[in-house]
């Protein structure tokens, strides 16, 4: 909880204002998630001086959105259009070979543009990260 009362103690008003918590794992990585909301009261604010949550978006601290059952919000057809979408990437994906470069890796160009690390390296398109990983 170090870092959270850090980023609000004595007042201050830090740029990250809102969190939302996917995996919900309280008092995991994510410090501020004390407790989890549902899909009727999906807010709260975690106030990091008196270690209290309110529901709702006004107070000081972080607003939380910590629902535990996000994956299961997800309508039944949104599921099966995404799937029937990705599908059609499965056998670029299975035939690649994995061993060329990344410059001459044949895949689509929509999963190139997808692809973060390869080979355990920045891939072009994300070389910009390397200055916020500290070596």
Not at 79 to 87: N, R
Not at 89 to 106: G, I
Request: with cysteine; glycine share 6%.
């Amino acid at each position: 909880m170090e870092k959270c009362r850090q980023m609000w103690r004595d007042g201050k008003n830090p740029k990250l204002k809102v969190i939302g918590d996917i995996s919900c794992d309280i008092q995991g990585a994510i410090e501020c998630t004390v407790r989890a909301s549902d899909s009727s009261n999906p807010l709260y604010v975690y106030d990091p001086d008196t270690d209290q949550s309110v529901d709702g978006v006004e107070g000081h601290g972080p607003v939380m959105m910590a629902i535990d059952i996000l994956p299961s919000e997800i309508p039944r057809e949104s599921s099966e259009h995404f799937s029937s979408v990705l599908k059609q990437f499965v056998p670029s994906l299975v035939n690649a070979d994995y061993s060329l470069p990344f410059e001459n890796l044949n895949l689509p160009p929509e999963l190139r543009r997808a692809v973060i690390l390869y080979h355990g390296e920045l891939t072009p398109d994300y070389e910009y990260l390397r200055k916020f990983i500290p070596l």
